[in-house]
């Protein structure tokens, strides 16, 4: 089984920063896209960010210029730099994966419990 952990979350006035990860674990052998997805109260959920294993990115309009997604593949976690934190950021930020695990040709996405990001005017 594989467990997505995300940590980083909190409460921070706007202009701040905070970078949030998200470590994969368990029977993995290859981890192919990893994302970063936020949902604030009575909103849909808004894909914020995007990484290939080979590193390429894409971003929302929304976030463009102030967030930056990076992994780390020894590690198998993906991180979000949040910059110039704007009250509008405020959600649940969550991340998938799409994980091919030990012994099996498919890969399957999994999600993690997601934290808590507050930015106060």
């Known amino acids: 089984q594989v467990q997505l952990v995300e940590s980083g979350g909190g409460l921070v006035q706007a202009g701040g920063s905070l970078r949030l990860s998200c470590a994969a674990s368990g029977t993995i052998s290859s981890i192919n896209y990893m994302r970063w997805y936020r949902q604030a109260p009575g909103k849909q959920r808004e894909l914020v960010a995007g990484?290939?294993?080979?590193?390429?990115?894409n971003y929302s309009d929304s976030v463009k210029g102030r967030f930056t997604i990076s992994r780390d593949n020894a590690k198998n976690t993906v991180y979000l730099q949040m910059n110039s934190l704007k009250p509008e950021d405020t959600a649940t930020y969550s991340c998938?994966?799409?994980?091919?695990?030990?012994?099996?040709?498919?890969?399957?996405?999994?999600w993690g419990q997601g934290t808590q990001v507050t930015v106060s005017s």
């Open positions: 990484i290939a294993s080979g590193g390429s990115t």
């Open positions: 998938n994966a799409d994980v091919r695990t030990e012994g099996r040709r498919a890969t399957y996405r999994y």
